[in-house]
């Protein structure tokens, strides 16, 4: 009879396992461990409170009906429930009844506890709560599809994106994967659509959060023991969207956490979006398995404006700001201002500052002046891919020859300059530029940069070197 209770469990999984997609059972039942059966009160314990409310909203169904079949109409189940360590206590375990009526309707938890703490489920945005209207999507208010001008340029990506906030985790765009250069609107397209789901759909759990954010709350979860926490409340989500997945590279924890987390909301049928500033077969440093899912859905990219675009870019935001402005001023701003959006923009705001400063009207003679002196000052957005390339070219051999396993001085030297200038000329991480540039982890980078250093300091050629590709980056 003292055995009784693990022989019950085994046959309710028995049937849980068929019913349930193989991920959710794994995620969700596996880790439950069976406690005691008293009468036909069958008693479980389950790692957090997240854990009890997921099962609670999302399998109490499942879990009534096999329960019934396997101790009788009377069966009813009993939560042991894990409160994590907290001021310093050891773990202990709070008891839960089901909720035998109906799924449980978004309740916070009410918990005894001991002594005086109190039972919050945390979440990596500290909102109090596990309430689903509670969580904050982080999304921009002014980041919305009216404010995103259409071109040929991003015409896809835009379409893309409005169907999937009409019908998130209901289209074959699942993911979504919007990448391009910086500037051109990634995030304000993925907010958009965050933005548009939370008009259509106001129930629905909606999260922007950037990689470089997931990463420091995944590390503060590990560090204070909260992984399962991270998971679970990132595993409720209902539209997710990650910015700058590429920041991922070279990260292998960080990416198994989140393989994780998206096959869970894929298989739930929740929606997906993602930006990078490659598309998935160009990124480099990061775990295959990932990688062909990225490519499940549809991947869009957003491309550098046509003239036609800029103009509209610069209509609309004179529009919104109630200012006029001559369309010689804006044509010449759209035939210099080239690059991305944001330079776009942030050139007509120097020319309204300068105006409103100096009192002057904006004419052709001031919009010249002004931005010629932007287009001079401009610095270029280096890419690890373009620094690599002028290094290469520099010691005469191939980029490719960056990429390879061998020690020959020559190769070795053009890769830790390439990773020397990586460090200085972009924002990239230092796992992000050592798994673009030879596969190799952050301290292989911080080693090379030292290395630069030195030899610069005490071999006059190298130097040179150094000084003579600096000057071709900054051309």
């Keep these: 009879m003292s055995e009784q209770y693990k022989t019950v469990w085994e046959k309710c999984l028995i049937v849980i396992k068929d019913n349930v997609p193989s991920s959710s059972f794994k ?55 894990v409160m994590g360590n907290q001021n310093g206590n050891e773990p202990y375990t709070v008891s839960y009844p089901t909720n035998n009526s109906a799924r449980i309707q978004n309740k916070p938890l009410t918990v005894p506890l001991k002594a005086e703490n109190k039972a919050a489920i945390k979440n990596p945005f500290i909102i109090p709560g596990i309430q689903k209207l509670q969580i904050d999507p982080q999304l921009k208010p002014n980041n919305t599809f009216e404010n995103f001008v259409e071109g040929d340029c991003n015409r896809l ?29 990634k995030t304000h397209l993925a907010q958009a659509i965050g933005i548009e789901v939370k008009e259509q759909f106001p129930d629905k759990v909606v999260l922007y ?46 990416q198994e956490t989140f393989f ?17 500033d490659k598309p998935p077969i160009e990124l480099k440093g990061m775990e ?42 804006l044509e010449y701003i759209a035939s210099h201002i080239t690059n991305n959006v944001r330079e776009l923009e942030g050139a007509l705001v120097s020319l309204l500052a300068q105006s409103m400063l100096n009192k002057r009207e904006i004419t052709l003679e001031l919009a010249a002046k002004l931005i010629n002196k932007l287009v001079k000052n401009a610095k270029r ?24 396993k061998t020690r020959k001085r020559e190769i070795v030297q053009a890769r830790q300059i390439a990773m020397y200038f990586s460090k200085s000329l972009t924002k990239y991480s230092l796992a992000s530029i050592g798994a673009q540039i030879g596969s190799k982890d952050h301290a292989t980078v911080l080693h090379a940069c030292k290395t630069v250093n030195n030899l610069k300091d005490t071999d006059k050629n190298f130097r040179q070197f150094v000084e003579d590709i600096e000057k071709k980056l900054k051309m």
């Excluded at 314990?45 to 997240?50: G, I, K, L, R």
């Excluded at 379409?159 to 500037?183: C, D, K, R, W």
């Excluded at 990219?301 to 209509?315: A, K, V």
């Design 260 to 276: 994780h987390i998206f096959n869970h909301l894929h298989q739930m049928g929740k929606q997906l979006i993602l930006t990078s």
């Design 381 to 404: 957005e280096l890419s690890i891919e373009y620094i690599s390339k002028v290094v290469c070219d520099y010691f005469s051999m191939s980029v490719d020859a960056l990429q390879a």
């Design 27 to 81: 995620t969700w039942f596996e880790p439950i461990i069976p406690v005691k059966l008293n009468q036909q009160v069958l008693t479980i314990q389950v790692p957090s409170a997240f854990f009890y409310e997921y099962l609670e909203e999302q399998f109490i169904d499942i879990l009534r009906k096999t329960l019934r079949m396997v101790l009788g109409n009377d069966a009813k189940l009993e939560y042991n429930v």
């Design 209 to 254: 959060v950037n990689a470089n954010k997931f990463q420091t709350q995944f590390t503060e979860a590990t560090r204070n023991n909260n992984r399962n926490d991270f998971l679970h409340f990132y595993q409720m989500i209902d539209v997710l969207i990650l910015d700058d997945v590429h920041e991922f590279a070279g990260k292998e924890k960080t």
């Design 288 to 329: 295959q398995r990932l990688l062909s899912r990225f490519k499940w859905g549809l991947t869009a990219d957003l491309q550098t404006p046509d003239f036609d675009t800029r103009m509209q870019i610069l209509r609309a935001k004179v529009y919104k700001d109630g200012i006029t402005l001559s369309d010689e001023v």
């Design 157 to 185: 990506a835009r379409s893309a994106g409005y169907a999937v906030a009409q019908n998130p985790g209901g289209t074959a765009f699942n993911p979504l994967m919007i990448y391009g250069n910086s500037g051109l609107g």
